[in-house]
Structure formats: C-alpha cells, structure tokens
C-alpha cells in the first residue's frame, strides 16, 4: 500500500508553546487530508478534513484556532497545535487519499504530543 | 454515516480462523465496507475493503450478504502477531470521511 509518513514520531514542549506537525503522502498524490486524535484505550477521533489549497473543514467541537491545519500541497499537510496545555497531550495521526471518495486511505504512523 | 456495531473483544489461539463480525444497519446505497487494524502506538493498517458478496486478498476475506447490513472479516490461521484492534468502518459519499467506533481489540494466545 501507500505510504503516509508524520514527523515528528514524537514531541515533548512547554505548556503555552505550540508545536507543528507534518503529515506527507510519499508515493502518491493525496488530494484529501484528515487528522485524528487518540488518547489512550480510546478509539480514534475525526478532527478535521483538509482538502489541497483550500480551508479545512473541522468536526463539531474541535477548535479551528487552536488546531490550525494546512495542505499548501498534494504531499503536505500540517496540523499546528497552538498554545498546548497538558489536555492537548495525545497521539495525533494523519490519514491520506486520493481524488475519489472510494480511494483506500492510508494512515500515517502517529505522533505522540506531551505538553508538561 | 452508518454507525457500526462489533464486539469489543474476542480470544482466539494461534492458528485459528477469526470471524470478526460488524453490523451497519444503515448503509447507504453507495457505502463501502473498510476494516483496518491497529497496534498501539501505531497508525490504522488497512486491511481490506468490499462493496458486496466477498472479497480476498493476501491478508484476509469480506464476506458481505445481500442486504449488506453486516460484513464479516476473516482472518486465516492467525498467530501472536495478529493481536491488535480491528475497526470496521462504512465509507461514504459525505467526503470518505471514516468515523471509528470502538473497534475488537483481538487477543491471539499460544
């Protein structure tokens, strides 16, 4: 299958500091982006939709200003967590797929976020 | 978005064939069925999809009745390594978005 890589694997920062993290698709042109978050024994949770040269699209609840996404390409997007407190402290992970809604999507391996 | 129903676990020994089974009452006409497995600390693996009827590959098989409101996984022969998360996901129109419910977390013993 294709393949969806995150940096950083992992992250430790500061409370009120913010933290970018990148999510590329190595081998094919990932025309949709989506986030998740994961706490532990949880199941994944849906944060936003990123579409390639447009504004994401963020589900009920999740805050647009504080999880700033962007998909300036067809390989990159980035999700900025902004001002983290320990309540942001997840594993994020980032999923790809092609033009067609039918398109497997291929999961990224995940980023483990500690704010202390 | 269809909701999915599965178990929340299931035991199997090494070598065993595992049945993993999903209801999605409400699946609409242009849904497709999706399953991934996941290992902690680690991102979803797709494993297979279908639309109906049954669906193999190199990994497992799909079995899908007409009514389409549930789907089967299988699993051949499964060994220590196969323990992890199965989700099973509806796949729709309304962006692909894929919703997780709470997946089978799968125990293969010796």
């Known amino acids: 299958g294709a393949v969806v890589s995150q940096h950083p694997s992992w992250v430790i920062c500061k409370s009120g500091t913010s933290v970018k993290i990148e999510c590329r698709s190595l081998d094919f042109q990932a025309t949709t982006m989506f986030w998740y978050r994961q706490f532990p024994k949880q199941s994944l949770m849906l944060m936003a939709t990123s579409n390639e040269g447009s504004k994401a699209t963020y589900e009920q609840g999740v805050e647009k200003d504080k999880f700033l996404i962007n998909h300036a390409s067809l390989t990159l997007s980035t999700l900025t967590v902004t001002s983290a407190h320990p309540e942001d402290s997840s594993f994020y992970i980032c999923s790809a797929r092609g033009p067609t809604t039918t398109d497997t999507q291929y999961f990224g391996p995940g980023t483990r976020l500690t704010v202390l | 978005l269809a909701k999915t129903t599965q178990p929340i676990s299931m035991d199997s020994y090494e070598g065993q064939e595992v049945n993993i089974t999903c209801s999605h009452n409400?699946?609409?006409?242009?849904?497709?069925i999706t399953w991934y497995q996941q290992f902690p600390s680690q991102g979803p693996r797709f494993i297979i999809q279908?639309?109906?009827t049954k669906v193999t590959n190199e990994v497992a098989s799909l079995f899908i009745p007409a009514d389409r409101k549930s789907s089967t996984l299988s699993l051949p022969r499964v060994s220590l390594s196969d323990t992890a998360v199965y989700y099973c996901?509806?796949?729709?129109?309304?962006?692909?978005?894929?919703?997780f419910g709470q997946g089978t977390e799968l125990s293969v013993k010796p």
């Open positions: 409400n699946i609409a006409t242009n849904d497709y």
């Open positions: 279908g639309y109906k």
């Open positions: 996901l509806v796949k729709g129109n309304q962006g692909g978005k894929l919703i």
